[in-house]
């Protein structure tokens, strides 16, 4: 079964500060890999998502993750943080042999200062 | 606005009772998940379901039960509370074979045992 880590559980920082999260997952096989956000008082949100082509991926409000398929990870970057993006962010794999189950990481809850 | 409905925002229940968590989407998806949140935890998978009258277990099924009797509609039931069952419930759904646009999330039961 595959299984999903993120490095951070709370990650504090200044607005205009970069933003990286960690995601690793454990799955030989062929992935869909996402990542979610949950903003305080609000439902899951998707910010993006990769399936296949450019390892590169954009997603809304600014952010982007990478794969990096050697490494099993799945990266979430920001260049600059508002304080709008106070929120938990969890990343989520889905091994296509498994259908449409989603294994979800533990979740980093982000602080943005003013 | 397509959504998915959980029907009760807080919920308290005592020791022992039966409670019933219910799910309503308008999508018409195939696809219907229970999921628990629990903090540094993230997200786990309880129950699924594919199609109407079938269901699977997830990673934590245990103390839990689903019923979909229509296509609309996952209920998660708790046959006995207990304690370690108070938790962040979330439904999600989504269409078969497509993960396209990722899990629809509902708003979530935030269910406390006493």
């Known amino acids: 079964a595959q299984s999903v880590s993120q490095h951070n559980h709370h990650v504090i920082l200044s607005e205009a500060a970069s933003l990286e999260l960690g995601c690793n997952y454990s799955y030989g096989g062929t992935v869909n890999l996402f990542w979610y956000v949950q903003y305080p008082g609000q439902h899951l949100q998707l910010l993006l998502k990769?399936?296949?082509?450019?390892?590169l991926v954009k997603g809304i409000k600014g952010f982007e993750a990478e794969f990096i398929k050697s490494k099993f990870s799945f990266n979430l970057r920001k260049p600059s943080v508002q304080w709008s993006d106070t929120a938990e962010y969890f990343c989520?794999?889905?091994?296509?042999?498994?259908?449409?189950?989603?294994?979800f990481g533990g979740g980093t809850r982000v602080l943005v200062k003013p | 606005d397509v959504k998915v409905t959980q029907s009760s925002r807080y919920l308290v229940k005592r020791t022992g009772e039966k409670v019933f968590l219910e799910c309503v989407q308008d999508m018409d998806h195939e696809n219907m998940f229970w999921y628990r949140q629990d903090p540094g935890l993230g997200l786990r998978l309880i129950y699924f379901s594919y199609d109407v009258k079938m269901k699977e277990k997830g990673d934590i099924p245990e103390g839990y039960s689903v019923s979909r009797e229509k296509k609309e509609r996952f209920s998660l039931i708790l046959e006995s509370a207990s304690t370690n069952q108070t938790s962040m419930y979330l439904c999600?759904?989504?269409?078969?074979?497509?993960?396209?646009?990722?899990?629809?999330f509902g708003s979530g039961t935030r269910l406390t045992v006493v």
């Open positions: 990769y399936f296949s082509g450019d390892p």
């Open positions: 989520a794999v889905n091994a296509r042999a498994a259908g449409n189950k989603l294994t």
């Open positions: 999600a759904s989504s269409s078969i074979g497509d993960l396209l646009y990722g899990y629809t």
